[in-house]
């Protein structure tokens, strides 16, 4: 499966931005996802995630209640919602695929990135004023 992201941008701080991950040459309906994140000079770090049909979702702690992950299985699509966006947001966003495997590892595996099998590309998110 070959994942793509849409184009990030330069937006100001309190601004939002949705992403989007769509899915091609394969389908993500029974897999769960995640968004990760690699700031300027540090590691790529867990986002949010979501599981396969949506029923339950998972975020870091520094976008709790202010970014939202949703997927739209028949667009193969996966989304990311952000909102009061924060110069700390500043970042290449990946999307992710989970790997093949025991569907209930997900449940205590998703921050973890050896648990996703297929990447985008990344986009870049700016927020500065």
């Known amino acids: 499966v070959q994942l793509v992201e849409s184009e990030g941008g330069s937006v100001q701080p309190g601004a939002s931005l949705t992403l989007s991950c769509a899915a091609s040459d394969g389908e993500i309906e029974d897999y769960g996802m995640g968004w990760f994140r690699q700031p300027p000079g540090k590691e790529r770090e867990f986002v949010a995630a979501i599981t396969w049909g949506g029923g339950t979702t998972w975020y870091a702690d520094s976008v709790q209640g202010r970014f939202t992950i949703s997927r739209y299985d028949r667009k193969n699509t996966v989304y990311l919602r952000m909102n009061n966006l924060k110069p700390d947001d500043t970042a290449v966003y990946y999307c992710?695929?989970?790997?093949?495997?025991?569907?209930?590892?997900?449940?205590?595996?998703?921050?973890?990135?050896?648990?996703?099998?297929?990447w985008g590309r990344g986009t870049q998110v700016t927020v500065s004023s």
């Open positions: 992710a695929r989970a790997s093949d495997g025991d569907r209930d590892t997900f449940y205590y595996s998703y921050k973890n990135a050896n648990r996703y099998s297929h």
